[in-house]
């Protein structure tokens, strides 16, 4: 058995980068930028208005002033502004030659083509300087996931086709005769197969192309059958069969079909018999059958290595701490997960035995990361967890 940062490493060296493909701006969204982007011009392009009111030379209370015209968002006055005069002007409107202030339309008073400023003058030019957003040949600095904020940002830069880091596919493989898909009947000994649907979901929101595959039976003709339909995946994940079982046939029938293994079985709970490696053009990760340990690997494992392929780095799962809401045992020699609730006073730790799917999929959160012999802990204590 290997470490947990062992396991990442050697997951980590079997990352192949995306490369790169480029998509309309409206379909950017939630992708990684693959490398940076460049404005295409300045914003905004010219002195603009920041409010609606009327610009002017100077302001002062008591001041009278003509009006002499009118700007625009898209319909500027194209003369100049002198001394005693003022233009009304609109948010967004360039601001005339000769104007040096805007006076919102609150602060004067109108008769005519004649304006007062009173005594309710505020503080401000109330102009947003030309260039005051970007410049020209200002970037966007890649690899990072692309925002609303982001893309409202590439718009106003005036790129209308984004590189983006190509979506992983990954194809989901749930495997043993005890599983039946959702939606159908199950016999008296099955149950219904679920783990591949949370990973998929996971997949999903870390920005990757899942595909289900058919449940391969606990057979090698069966197993081997499915694996061959994934030989277009970035990363074939199977569910299941990965222990050393009679009917864990995973590391056998992938062995047969050239699997190129990088470790098997990780020094952790829950999630122990892990396995990886290259599977031809793809890498390879087993995972347990076991809800949790599906749930928890997907989370330690599988998150990062597509992080990794998107260009995102290569870095475990993101960690911090909070304090203990009760207090839990010691644990053994190998590093524990433990499932947990966050709430107003901290981290409740769900008690180890509680396997049952409803703490996976509903109550659980976060998880507790216990380093190994890690003592008992109280009350109030920090500890790291894993945010999921």
Do not use: W
Request: with cysteine.
């Amino acid at each position: 058995m290997i470490s947990v940062s062992e396991a990442l490493d050697r997951l980590f060296a079997l990352v192949i980068p995306l490369e790169a493909e480029e998509v309309p701006l409206q379909q950017a969204a939630g992708r990684v930028l693959a490398r940076p982007v460049t404005a295409k011009r300045d914003q905004p392009p010219f002195a603009a208005s920041a409010m609606d009111g009327y610009g002017v030379t100077e302001a002062a209370p008591g001041m009278r002033l003509r009006v002499i015209g009118e700007a625009a968002a898209g319909e500027r006055f194209t003369g100049s502004v002198g001394p005693g005069e003022a233009v009304r002007i609109f948010t967004g409107a360039p601001v005339p030659d000769g104007v040096k202030t805007v006076v919102i339309q609150e602060d004067v008073d109108r008769n005519g083509d004649e304006i007062l400023i009173t005594d309710r003058l505020g503080n401000g030019d109330n102009i947003r300087p030309y260039g005051n957003d970007f410049r020209a040949g200002e970037t966007v600095s890649a690899p990072r996931r692309l925002t609303p904020q982001d893309i409202a940002l590439l718009a106003a830069m005036n790129v209308a086709q984004v590189p983006v880091a190509r979506r992983p596919k990954v194809a989901l493989i749930s495997t043993g005769d005890e599983l039946v898909m959702p939606g159908e009947t199950p016999g008296p000994d099955q149950i219904i197969a679920s783990n591949t649907f949370g990973l998929y979901a996971l997949l999903q929101e870390l920005g990757a192309e899942p595909r289900l595959l058919p449940i391969a039976r606990d057979s090698e003709a069966s197993l081997q059958t499915v694996l061959e339909l994934a030989d277009d995946a970035d990363l074939v994940i199977t569910i299941g069969g990965a222990s050393v079982g009679d009917r864990d046939l995973v590391a056998k029938v992938a062995g047969d079909l050239g699997l190129e293994r990088a470790f098997h079985k990780v020094a952790m709970r829950p999630g122990k018999p892990l396995m990886s490696g290259r599977l031809g053009g793809a890498m390879m990760l087993g995972l347990p059958g076991n809800p949790v340990s599906a749930m928890v690997c997907g989370h330690i494992f599988m998150a990062p290595v597509i992080r990794a392929m998107l260009g995102l780095g290569r870095e475990p799962a993101p960690r911090e701490s909070l304090p203990l809401a009760r207090a839990i045992p010691a644990n053994g020699p190998r590093e524990h997960y433990m499932r947990a609730r966050l709430g107003t006073d901290g981290v409740s730790v769900f008690e180890r035995q509680d396997s049952s799917l409803l703490s996976v999929l509903g109550a659980a959160n976060a998880l507790v990361v216990r380093p190994p012999n890690d003592p008992a802990r109280a009350a109030g204590e920090l500890v790291e967890i894993v945010r999921i």
